[in-house]
Each structure stands twice: as structure tokens, then as C-alpha cells.
């Protein structure tokens, strides 16, 4: 079964909804026959990549909230945050673009290191000082954490067209799904879970989703020639 998760590093619910779905995922009895796949949503795309803010300033310009109600929120989420175990800085953290981390996430799938580096990102955006958002360098040390080869990703992060169409691929497929907003996760192309929902949901939608999974149907029909673990058969003449 296949799971897959769009969510953007900018999101603190998807930091949050990760913790709650992995939750879930240990405790599922097929969890070695699931695969996981993260996809790219950015909640700011038209972000140049050198606009930088601190994030109490983007929530009272972009969601007109007051500085109080800002810092409020952030602590609300901080405290969902240490409830499933997770570092959160309410105050002190920047904001910017995303996509030059999305597309280091593609390079980092085809690695087989996704999930390492989509938690490193998430532990530095969301709990430690040094942004992520404003030095390359920075994302370099976290690929080679991740145990990627600092030179290969240093090398896509050079290249701005790198891995861009995928991302793209991804924003289109997710409002193609009805995405609104993230963490989407979507089961086998079937179920779709919306927002950092509690593990008890998540662990209901990997037992529904296991459960209907449609087995493959054969057409009947005649004998026709085939190859197997043991070889092919030859028609004799």
C-alpha cells in the first residue's frame, strides 16, 4: 500500500501531522508493506527566494491577525508540538521559500534518503536559531545529515531548474486531488486524510484502506505461453 503525503516545510501542522501519522504507522500491523511517498505543497509559492520575514510578521500581514493573537498561536502550537515529543521555537523563527527544499527532497527520494532529510528540515525550521532560508550552505549540512553527497546537493541547489518540474508535478496533482491546504495524505489513491489529525484517525484510515485494498482480477481465457521462475516454455513443433 502507498501512502502519500504532501506538506510543505513552512507548515507547522505538517511537522505536527507527520509526528501523529508515523505514530500510527508503528503501530500498524502491515506497516512494512506500506510505502510512503512526500510530496511538494508550497503555502507560498510566489515567494521570491531572498524574501525572508520573521514568521510573527507573515501571520499578521497575511491572516491580519494582531501581534498578541500571532504569538498566541505560536504557543498553541508549541504545546501540540511537545505533546508528540517535538522541539518548537514560538518565537525567534524566519520565513521564506520553500522550493529550493522541495526540490532537494526529489533529489533525496531518488536516494532513498526523503524521509532523513524531510525530518532534518523539519527539526531546523522548527526548533533550531540558524535559519534555513537564507544560506544554501545550510541546506548542504543537512543533506550530507541526511546522508546525501554535500557536492550532488550542492550541485542541484546551483542548478535553479533542478528537480523544479517535479515540484511543480507535485502542486498540480495535489489541487488536481482537491487539496486546499496541508498535510494531505492520500492511501492508495482511495483515502484522502486532511490536516494533522489525531493518531487514532490515522491509524483508522491505514486499517480502511488495507482492508479494501482491490486484488487484482484475471480475465479468464485459454492457455497462452508464459515465463516463470523456472524458465520459458517453448512450443514444440
Same mark, same amino acid.
Not at 157 to 162: C, S, V
Given at each position: 500500500?502507498?501512502?502519500?503525503?504532501?506538506?510543505?516545510?513552512?507548515?507547522?501542522?505538517? +511537522?505536527?501531522?507527520?509526528?501523529?501519522?508515523?505514530?500510527?504507522?508503528?503501530?500498524?500491523?502491515?506497516?512494512?508493506?506500506?510505502?510512503?511517498?512526500?510530496?511538494?505543497?508550497e503555502l507560498?509559492?510566489?515567494?521570491?527566494?531572498? #524574501?525572508? /520575514?520573521?514568521?510573527?510578521t507573515m501571520l499578521t500581514?497575511? +491572516?491580519?491577525?494582531?501581534?498578541?493573537?500571532?504569538? $498566541?498561536? /505560536?504557543? !498553541?502550537?508549541?504545546?501540540?508540538?511537545?505533546? /508528540?515529543?517535538l522541539p518548537y521555537r514560538t518565537r525567534g523563527r524566519d520565513h521564506g521559500? &520553500?522550493?529550493?527544499?522541495?526540490?532537494?527532497?526529489?533529489?533525496?527520494?531518488?536516494?532513498?534518503?526523503?524521509e532523513e532529510l524531510l525530518d532534518l528540515l523539519y527539526r531546523a !525550521?522548527? $526548533?533550531?536559531?540558524?535559519?534555513?532560508?537564507? #544560506?544554501? /550552505?545550510r541546506l548542504v549540512e543537512l543533506a550530507g545529515e541526511a546522508?546525501? #553527497? &554535500?557536492? $550532488?546537493?550542492? &550541485?542541484?541547489?546551483?542548478?535553479?531548474?533542478? +528537480?523544479a518540474a517535479e515540484v511543480r508535478d507535485d502542486e498540480r496533482?495535489? $489541487?488536481?486531488?482537491?487539496?486546499?491546504?496541508?498535510p494531505f495524505f492520500v492511501l492508495d489513491r482511495t483515502y484522502g486524510v486532511s490536516g494533522a489529525q489525531p493518531v487514532e484517525v490515522f491509524a483508522q484510515a491505514l486499517t480502511q484502506a488495507w482492508g479494501e485494498r482491490t486484488p487484482v482480477r484475471l480475465i479468464e481465457g485459454g492457455e497462452a505461453e508464459a515465463c516463470g521462475p523456472d524458465g520459458c516454455a517453448v512450443p514444440q513443433s
Open positions: 500500500m502507498r501512502v502519500e503525503i504532501w506538506s510543505d516545510i513552512a507548515c507547522p501542522w505538517c +511537522y505536527v501531522g507527520k509526528a501523529r501519522f508515523d505514530k500510527a504507522l508503528r503501530a500498524f500491523a502491515h506497516r512494512d508493506d506500506v510505502e510512503v511517498v512526500h510530496r511538494s505543497f507560498d509559492p510566489g515567494r521570491a527566494k531572498g #524574501d525572508i /520575514e520573521p514568521v510573527i500581514r497575511k +491572516y491580519g491577525m494582531s501581534g498578541a493573537q500571532a504569538e $498566541a498561536g /505560536e504557543e !498553541n502550537l508549541g504545546a501540540q508540538a511537545a505533546a /508528540e515529543g521559500s &520553500t522550493f529550493d527544499m522541495h526540490r532537494l527532497l526529489h533529489f533525496a527520494r531518488e536516494q532513498g534518503r526523503q !525550521n522548527f $526548533a533550531e536559531e540558524r535559519s534555513v532560508f537564507d #544560506d544554501d /550552505e546522508g546525501l #553527497d &554535500t557536492e $550532488a546537493a550542492r &550541485t542541484v541547489l546551483a542548478d535553479p531548474e533542478a +528537480y496533482e495535489a $489541487a488536481q486531488l482537491g487539496a486546499r491546504g496541508v
